[in-house]
């Protein structure tokens, strides 16, 4: 008896392993070590990679907005947005996506793309698309402003001015001010661009979290 009860233990066992990790995981298991060494893996797709031509959104995705440089789209709760370049070619495919993305013309040329992830500004990020070169930017955090080829951002207790697409074509920090940053989250409020030569920053100040306007030259 207590034979047969000794034989049992392991096939109770190998059936409820079964039942908890799924028949179909230990098929695979045991027929991949059942395969001669001369026998070549089972390769399965890669997903959400980007073909060029090939991505085109099933016809029963609805469509949130769309121009000639982009497409944005709701499918299952989920945004995508596809870029195009002037031939109507499909260069980037942007998702899924939890939150709707911000999609906008900054200028002529460039599209800016943002995700807000949660509450402020330094919870936002994006980067810009140039549809005459069909190229795309860095991503950036806590966008502040742009203006042409420049973009101002936050970072703790600077703002960053650069070149869009290529920052040793200009890049500069401003962390000295006037008055010191009040401890916040966001001390940093806002930036202006004014005409391309210098950036109005306005920034908190002090325990009552003051705002204050400083004017640099770029």
């Known amino acids: 008896m207590k034979k047969i009860f000794i034989i049992l233990i392991p096939a109770v066992i190998f059936c409820i392993l079964l039942y908890l990790y799924n028949i179909d995981y230990w098929v695979c298991i045991f027929s991949n070590h059942s395969t001669t060494s001369n026998s070549s893996p089972t390769l399965y797709p890669a997903t959400n990679?980007?073909?060029?031509?090939?991505?085109?959104?099933?016809?029963?995705?609805?469509?949130?907005?769309?121009?000639?440089?982009?497409?944005?789209?709701?499918?299952?709760?989920?945004?995508?947005?596809?870029?195009?370049?002037?031939?109507?070619?499909?260069?980037?495919?942007?998702?899924p996506l939890i939150k709707c993305p911000k999609v906008t013309f900054v200028n002529e040329n460039y599209i800016k793309l943002t995700v807000q992830a949660g509450t402020g500004l330094s919870t936002q990020y994006g980067y810009y698309y140039d549809t005459q070169q069909a190229k795309f930017s860095e991503v950036f955090y806590w966008i502040l402003a742009e203006s042409n080829n420049q973009v101002a951002y936050a970072m703790a207790d600077k703002v960053v001015i650069q070149d869009i697409f290529d920052k040793n074509n200009y890049y500069k920090?401003?962390?000295i001010f006037e008055y010191p940053l009040a401890i916040a989250i966001e001390p940093?409020?806002?930036?202006?661009?004014?005409?391309?030569?210098?950036?109005?920053?306005?920034?908190?100040?002090?325990?009552?979290?003051?705002?204050?306007?400083?004017?640099?030259?770029l």
């Open 49 to 95: 990679i980007v073909e060029p031509n090939n991505l085109e959104p099933s016809n029963d995705v609805e469509v949130i907005e769309e121009t000639h440089f982009y497409k944005l789209t709701c499918e299952n709760n989920e945004y995508y947005c596809y870029f195009y370049d002037s031939e109507r070619n499909i260069v980037k495919n942007e998702g």
């Open 188 to 217: 940093i409020v806002k930036a202006e661009f004014i005409e391309n030569h210098s950036v109005l920053i306005t920034y908190l100040t002090g325990n009552n979290f003051e705002e204050i306007t400083e004017l640099f030259e």
């Open 173 to 175: 920090e401003i962390s």
